[in-house]
């Protein structure tokens, strides 16, 4: 696959189907994303990658702690949308418009009850950083998520990077046997999409030349 149908194909698949992942193809997706650049070659992050039993056991404490409306403790710090930058907000904002209008009041309850069992994931890559980092870890960490994210699309696989995967770090810390000195960052769900409608709605993106200064 040439890398602009990688760039065009990557997409938010947001409920996978049953279909496995071979381990030799979740092992590569990771190798080639440790070809990402970082700051003085720093490489701050580290993968903890939940396959089979190991992922089910985290579903099923995802799935209790969020149907008992447990509030999310996302180790990154989050801030309420009203916070943020008038022009962010305002694209939050639309999408949110969008994929509600996408799925309609007959598919309404799809990407929640989606969410609630992350996605239906064949496996979860979940990503952490030192605790002892600068933003430029997080940059770093930023640029790892997306190279993986393009290799999997030039696998075959599909990809969804979300804070619910994370929402409660101290179920994935629990299953992975993740070290205090290490912030549960992101988590990556993998597999294969499956015949939903909330998988049908394509983000929008801005005009580039709402996002691109040029100046000779």
């Known amino acids: 696959m040439e890398f602009r149908e990688v760039l065009q194909n990557r997409r938010s698949?947001?409920?996978f189907n049953d279909q496995p992942i071979e381990r030799d193809t979740l092992i590569g997706i990771i190798r080639d994303a440790q070809h990402t650049p970082s700051w003085a070659n720093s490489q701050p992050w580290r993968v903890y990658l939940a396959t089979g039993k190991t992922l089910d056991g985290i579903k099923a404490d995802h799935y209790a702690a969020s149907s008992q409306g447990l509030r999310g403790q996302a180790e990154f710090s989050?801030?309420?949308r009203e916070a943020?930058?008038?022009?962010?907000?305002?694209?939050?904002?639309?999408?949110?418009?969008?994929i509600r209008g996408h799925l309609g009041a007959d598919h309404a309850d799809e990407y929640g009850d989606s969410q609630r069992d992350l996605f239906h994931a064949a496996a979860i890559a979940y990503l952490?950083?030192?605790?002892?980092?600068?933003l430029w870890s997080v940059f770093d960490l930023g640029a790892f998520s997306q190279t993986l994210m393009y290799s999997a699309v030039a696998r075959g696989v599909a990809t969804m990077s979300a804070y619910?995967?994370?929402k409660y770090p101290q179920i994935v810390r629990k299953w992975m046997d993740i070290p205090e000195t290490e912030m549960v960052a992101m988590g990556i769900a993998l597999g294969y999409a499956d015949d939903y409608r909330i998988n049908e709605f394509i983000s929008e993106r801005e005009p580039l030349d709402q996002i691109l200064t040029v100046k000779d």
């Open 13 to 15: 698949v947001r409920c």
């Open 78 to 80: 989050t801030m309420h």
């Open 84 to 98: 943020w930058d008038p022009e962010t907000r305002r694209n939050m904002g639309k999408w949110s418009t969008q």
């Open 128 to 134: 952490t950083i030192p605790t002892q980092s600068s």
């Open 164 to 166: 619910e995967t994370v």
